[in-house]
Structures are given as structure tokens and as C-alpha cells.
């Protein structure tokens, strides 16, 4: 599947945005359409190699994703292993860019999954469903963040 993208500005510093982002563990908060729960595997700080396991929405996948690119406050970059979902798989690769602007921090997220099998052949419904869907996710990230959500983890 083609890369696709949205970016939001959230009224928030730079990096409060970016450590949002970074522990995903709010995941299914924010994008309950596609998880069930998210959860990291060990408590050390977040950094490269920082896993989380995961639930979906729908097929009730259970898989692991993690950090293989982290440079606070600015990228994250994540990757997950193939992931049977009946017809096909899916294999995740995605991330976000962190920048100060006007206004507070824009996020720009992005994701780049891999579809195999039958699967392969939905592609391009499943990237126009997931533009759409990914522009609803970052809003309900921006007001969490916004609403108090960093406060509320700490």
C-alpha cells in the first residue's frame, strides 16, 4: 500500500506532543476503530527497541509493534511483524514528525503498511478508508492532549 499521511497542530509544546505520542499505550483511546487495548511490555523509559502488544478491532488480532527510530522531541518511527488477518496480512510501518509552529506543534503522521494475500488486492480501498479514519484519530489525540490527557498519565 502507497504511503499516506494528515498532519493536525495541537495547542500544546513540542515535546508534551511528542510524549504523548511515544508512549502509545493510549492507543485504543484515541483509535478505537482499529484497537481493542495497547499496552508496553516493560516500564524503562521510552526509547529504540520500546515495545507495546496490541488488540484490533475486528479480526481480534494480538501482535507486538515498537520504536525502531526515536529522536525526542521530533520523530518516531515504528514497525511491527506480519500480522495474520484471515484473508491475507498486513505488516505495519509508520510515524510521526514533531514540529514547533505557530499555534503550538504539528504533528504529522504517517503510515506505510504492507497488505499480502488476498488482502493485497483491497489496497487501495483500505488507504482511502484509513486517510479518512487517521484525520479523525489525530483529532481525538490533539484533544486529549489539549483537554489534559498529559496530566492525567503523569
Do not use: H
Request: proline share 5%; charged share 25%.
Amino acid at each position: 500500500m502507497k504511503r499516506y499521511q494528515r498532519e493536525i497542530v495541537v495547542d500544546r509544546d513540542v515535546a508534551e506532543v511528542f510524549d504523548f505520542f511515544a508512549d502509545m499505550s493510549r492507543l485504543g483511546e484515541w483509535a478505537p476503530e482499529d484497537f481493542v487495548s495497547v499496552r508496553r511490555l516493560d516500564r524503562q523509559p521510552i526509547a529504540i527497541g520500546t515495545r507495546f502488544s496490541y488488540v484490533t478491532r475486528g479480526a481480534r488480532v494480538e501482535s507486538t509493534f515498537g520504536w525502531t527510530q526515536l529522536d525526542r522531541p521530533n520523530t518516531l518511527v515504528f514497525t511491527g511483524p506480519p500480522v495474520d488477518v484471515g484473508p491475507g496480512w498486513v505488516e505495519g510501518l509508520g510515524g510521526y514528525s514533531f514540529e514547533r509552529t505557530t499555534g503550538g506543534t504539528t504533528v504529522r503522521a504517517w503510515f506505510e503498511p504492507t497488505l499480502g494475500g488476498l488482502l493485497a488486492l483491497m489496497s487501495p480501498f483500505a488507504r482511502l478508508r484509513n486517510i479518512r479514519l487517521l484525520g479523525r484519530q489525530l483529532a481525538r489525540a490533539k484533544a486529549l492532549i489539549e483537554g489534559g490527557a498529559l496530566a492525567a498519565t503523569a
